[in-house]
């Protein structure tokens, strides 16, 4: 018998991975942009950020699919508010990590043309400036979605505190799916 | 150095529409209880300095942020939060007129103009100290009070200190953070003291402070008048900041003795980038929406504020 945690957790972590990679090719090909032009054709694209933008759309229809697949059962079972809660708070971290991603993406989306100017030009003050912007929200972007993460982790915990002090009436919380007979 | 003395725009219709006239008026009662209670050496002093005007932008933010989070009448803790706050604002402007030698403030004589310079500084230690005992066994609000005031001092020392330098925009906001910034972060933890609001706090912080530079060159007097000032003394404002970047306005901006006309052109290449100081305040006012939406339980107050503050750059 499969593990629903297990195998979500799992998949988070593939989801994970080709994140990473499509991150990194993202920025090889920035990187490669400020370069001087190579002979020889290029791949068909949309460029690099909105590839990137493409892969994280597809990785959080995936983690909701994963979801679905390995929790969605598991609520009518005998250890059902665990397994949901347990569930929710997987979407919460995998949401978080998506998020973060799309964030970071949002800020090089922003300063790509400043950061082209850098690796192509001596520096001045002004490209220092907007490069020393970039830094910030980076660190912004990790610190707010860590902050938000913890927030949200916080709520889950807080509504299940409430669940456990004053518990609702079994038969409306895990509904039997079938009819007793009479 | 900054005047963040007077807030047009921030009246009793804002006060009124956000629901706090009856703690506003809470607050004017604990300041005259207050005053009354002081040492009669001090009372001339502290009457002058508290009647003048204050538009309680600062309380207001604290009730804001609580109210955010948590349905309901304001605490009375808070209320005394929101006098302390008062007071500590207080005495950074008799500070900051001392510094800046400004005669007047909010269309009369500043305190050390009035009462001596001697006066001016004693009382503001006095309402620091009394801001404290104020506090009671408010054990979490003396520790944000503390890390305020040397906040502000670490603020005030590295403004003056980068003077006529050429500096960027990332200098403004760190300078900015830490002066205006940081006294509107501790607002929003004295109102949220779960923390969860202080972001919101600095940004909006942050936001008053760019709106009070742009203010300030498009001549907003009402704003606190500490253009002039701000120019004489080559202070890194926002426009500043944007305009530096001109290598030849870069030269005169850092000149320690610049002429009239020296001063008069760096004014009219700050005017120039008034569009663009004004593009960077509707980011940070963004993210302080962005703030407000994320952690606020009704952000509705929080979007009120930063919608008022925006407009204060004219």
Same mark, same amino acid.
């Given at each position: 018998?499969?593990?629903?945690?297990?195998n979500?957790?799992?998949?988070i972590?593939?989801? !994970?991975?080709q994140?990473?990679?499509?991150?990194?090719?993202?920025?090889?090909a920035?990187?490669?942009?400020?370069?001087?032009?190579?002979?020889?054709p290029?791949?068909?694209?949309?460029?690099?950020?909105?590839?990137?933008?493409?892969?994280?759309?597809?990785?959080?229809?995936?983690?909701?699919a994963?979801?679905?697949?390995?929790?969605?059962?598991?609520?009518?079972?005998?250890?059902?508010?665990?397994?949901?809660?347990?569930?929710?708070?997987?979407?919460?971290?995998?949401?978080?990590?998506?998020? !973060?991603?799309?964030?970071?993406?949002?800020?090089?989306?922003?300063?790509?043309?400043?950061?082209?100017?850098?690796?192509?030009a001596?520096?001045?003050?002004?490209?220092?400036?907007?490069?020393?912007?970039f830094l910030?929200?980076?660190?912004?972007?990790?610190?707010?979605?860590?902050?938000?993460?913890q927030?949200?982790?916080?709520?889950?915990?807080?509504?299940?505190?409430?669940?456990?002090?004053?518990?609702?009436d079994?038969?409306?919380?895990?509904?039997?799916?079938?009819?007793?007979?009479? | 150095?900054?005047?963040?003395?007077?807030?047009?725009?921030?009246?009793?219709?804002?006060?009124?529409?956000?629901?706090?006239?009856?703690?506003?008026?809470?607050?004017?009662q604990?300041?005259?209880?207050? $005053?009354?209670?002081?040492?009669?050496?001090?009372?001339?002093?502290?009457?002058?300095?508290?009647?003048?005007?204050s538009?309680?932008?600062?309380?207001?933010?604290?009730?804001?942020?609580?109210?955010? $989070?948590?349905?309901?009448?304001?605490?009375?803790?808070?209320?005394?939060?929101?006098?302390? $706050?008062?007071?500590? %604002?207080?005495? +950074?402007?008799?500070?900051? *007129?001392?510094?800046?030698?400004?005669?007047?403030?909010?269309?009369?004589? +500043?305190? %050390?103009?009035?009462?001596?310079?001697?006066?001016?500084?004693? +009382?503001?230690?006095?309402?620091?100290?009394?801001?404290?005992?104020?506090?009671?066994?408010?054990?979490?609000?003396? &520790?944000?009070?503390?890390?305020?005031m040397?906040?502000?001092?670490?603020?005030?020392?590295?403004?003056?200190?980068?003077?006529?330098?050429?500096?960027?925009?990332? *200098?403004w906001?760190?300078?900015?953070?830490?002066?205006?910034?940081?006294?509107?972060?501790?607002?929003?933890?004295?109102?949220?003291?779960?923390?969860?609001?202080? =972001?919101?706090?600095?940004?909006?912080?942050l936001?008053? %402070?760019?709106? *009070?530079?742009?203010?300030?060159?498009?001549?907003a007097?009402a704003?606190?008048?500490?253009?002039?000032?701000d120019?004489?003394?080559? $202070?890194? +404002?926002?426009? &500043?900041?944007?305009?530096?970047?001109?290598?030849?306005?870069?030269?005169?901006?850092? =000149?320690p003795?610049?002429?009239?006309?020296?001063?008069?052109?760096?004014?009219?290449?700050?005017?120039?980038?008034?569009?663009?100081?004004?593009?960077?305040? *509707?980011?940070?006012?963004?993210?302080?929406r962005?703030?407000?939406?994320?952690?606020?339980?009704?952000?509705?107050?929080?979007?009120a504020?930063?919608?008022?503050?925006?407009?204060?750059s004219?």
């Amino acid at each position: 018998m499969s593990d629903p945690a297990t195998n979500f957790l799992s998949g988070i972590g593939e989801l !994970y991975l080709q994140g990473l990679q499509a991150w990194q090719q993202a920025a090889r090909a920035v990187t490669e942009a400020g370069r001087p032009a190579q002979p020889g054709p290029r791949p068909a694209s949309a460029g690099p950020l909105a590839d990137l933008g493409q892969a994280f759309a597809a990785m959080s229809g995936n983690a909701q699919a994963s979801y679905e697949d390995h929790f969605a059962d598991a609520t009518g079972g005998g250890a059902g508010e665990t397994m949901s809660a347990l569930g929710q708070a997987w979407m919460i971290a995998a949401g978080s990590a998506l998020r !973060y991603g799309q964030g970071l993406l949002d800020v090089q989306t922003r300063y790509q043309s400043a950061l082209l100017r850098a690796a192509g030009a001596p520096s001045d003050r002004v490209t220092t400036d907007a490069f020393r912007g970039f830094l910030r929200e980076v660190g912004e972007t990790a610190e707010r979605e860590a902050r938000r993460l913890q927030f949200e982790l916080e709520q889950l915990g807080e509504k299940i505190a409430r669940a456990s002090e004053h518990p609702a009436d079994p038969e409306t919380l895990n509904p039997r799916p079938y009819r007793a007979k009479e | 150095m900054n005047n963040l003395g007077v807030t047009p725009g921030f009246g009793e219709d804002v006060i009124a529409s956000l629901g706090f006239s009856a703690e506003m008026a809470l607050l004017r009662q604990r300041i005259a209880q207050w $005053i009354a209670a002081c040492d009669p050496e001090m009372r001339e002093a502290l009457e002058w300095q508290f009647v003048s005007g204050s538009k309680y932008f600062r309380p207001l933010t604290i009730f804001a942020c609580y109210r955010s $989070i948590i349905q309901g009448q304001i605490p009375e803790q808070l209320i005394t939060s929101a006098l302390v $706050i008062e007071m500590f %604002h207080n005495m +950074t402007l008799v500070v900051d *007129d001392i510094l800046d030698k400004s005669p007047t403030r909010r269309g009369r004589a +500043t305190m %050390h103009t009035k009462f001596g310079e001697l006066n001016a500084l004693m +009382t503001s230690g006095y309402i620091v100290a009394d801001g404290y005992a104020q506090l009671g066994g408010d054990l979490p609000a003396i &520790a944000l009070f503390s890390e305020l005031m040397k906040r502000l001092g670490v603020a005030e020392v590295m403004q003056w200190r980068l003077r006529r330098q050429l500096l960027g925009v990332e *200098d403004w906001r760190r300078i900015a953070g830490e002066d205006t910034g940081s006294m509107f972060e501790i607002c929003a933890c004295l109102g949220d003291r779960s923390f969860r609001l202080r =972001r919101f706090g600095g940004l909006l912080g942050l936001l008053y %402070h760019g709106c *009070d530079d742009v203010g300030d060159v498009r001549g907003a007097v009402a704003l606190g008048g500490g253009g002039a000032e701000d120019l004489r003394d080559g $202070i890194l +404002t926002l426009p &500043a900041a944007l305009a530096i970047r001109d290598p030849e306005i870069g030269a005169l901006f850092c =000149r320690p003795d610049p002429s009239a006309e020296d001063l008069g052109r760096i004014a009219a290449a700050f005017a120039a980038k008034l569009p663009e100081a004004e593009a960077a305040l *509707d980011a940070i006012a963004e993210e302080a929406r962005r703030e407000a939406k994320l952690f606020a339980v009704d952000p509705g107050p929080l979007l009120a504020l930063v919608d008022r503050t925006r407009r204060l750059s004219g």
